[in-house]
């Protein structure tokens, strides 16, 4: 019979941006619930804060930057080289530009892509040789609602480049699934983190999603086995049909 739920038992997983908001929450659960930690972001030293723990035997903080395409290999190389195994990638690290047909410019496009689209793109193609490697290798994409849906208001770009992740997440289960490897794209709703400072038309404080509750569904999706797979987790604050 296979199993009802997979356990953490040491299993390697890549968090990227865990320096704050949902990556630090993340990290946090992670750790605790008993997973090997590989985390990247652009200051290891806000990532230790932030997690309140050092390099370990299981736990390995590396530079990373999401625009720069050498820090992803050199991210891998360094975690597979650190726990010799890579069972998990939790892509999180994120911006929001406030870009549409009538406000910011093409850069702003052009960051969004860089980190919101290729970065995770290259941190999957990076990861597939190790994740086919254990028979239950795991991605765990951080979409959001608008990844699913536009909604007035919200950036166009932002909305663009999510929807993008959500398709790549469905093009990497097709990639890894005779391997085992299971994808899904996590796609909340508002949450209380830096990410909304100043956006007009969010939803109020009290009402968004806590990281920490973010935190324990993506332990939940890994803990999922090979025969429960979910590809789309929208997790919404609002009340809208379908989503
Ligand atoms: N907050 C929401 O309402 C919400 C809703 C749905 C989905 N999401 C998604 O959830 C993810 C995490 O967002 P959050 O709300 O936790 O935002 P946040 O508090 O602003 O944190 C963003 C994280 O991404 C990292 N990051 C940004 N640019 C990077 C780069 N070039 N290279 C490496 N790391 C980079 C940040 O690192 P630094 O500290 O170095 O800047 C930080 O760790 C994002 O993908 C976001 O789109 C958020």
Not at 167 to 192: K, Q, S, Y
Not at 194 to 210: F, H, M, N, S, Y
């Amino acid at each position: 019979m296979s199993e009802v739920m997979l356990k953490p038992n040491g299993r390697v997983i890549m968090v990227s941006g865990a320096s704050r908001g949902i990556g630090a929450a993340i990290a946090r659960r992670l750790l605790a619930d008993g997973f090997r930690l590989s985390l990247g972001g652009r200051n290891p030293d806000e990532i230790a804060k932030a997690i309140g723990a050092q390099n370990s035997e299981n736990l390995l903080i590396c530079p990373f930057d999401a625009e720069i395409p050498a820090s992803a290999e050199t991210w891998v190389e360094k975690t597979a080289s650190h726990f010799s195994q890579i069972d998990g990638l939790v892509n999180n690290a994120g911006i929001l530009r406030n870009v549409g047909f009538s406000m910011g410019d093409e850069q702003d496009l052009d960051d969004l892509w860089a980190v919101n689209v290729k970065a995770p793109f290259r941190l999957i193609k990076l990861c597939l040789p190790y994740l086919r490697k254990p028979g239950n290798g795991r991605i765990v994409n951080i979409a959001s609602t608008d990844g699913r849906r536009f909604r007035q208001g919200v950036s166009v770009g932002y909305t663009m480049s999510k929807h993008a992740l959500v398709a790549m997440t469905h093009a990497a289960r097709f990639e890894g699934w005779d391997d085992g490897i299971r994808a899904t794209a996590l796609c909340p709703g508002a949450v209380n983190t830096d990410l909304l400072a100043g956006i007009k038309g969010a939803t109020p404080v009290a009402e968004r999603i806590q990281p920490d509750t973010l935190a324990a569904i993506v332990a939940t999706i890994l803990s999922l086995p090979n025969t429960a797979s979910v590809a789309e987790m929208p997790v919404n604050t609002r009340l809208e049909s379908s989503l």
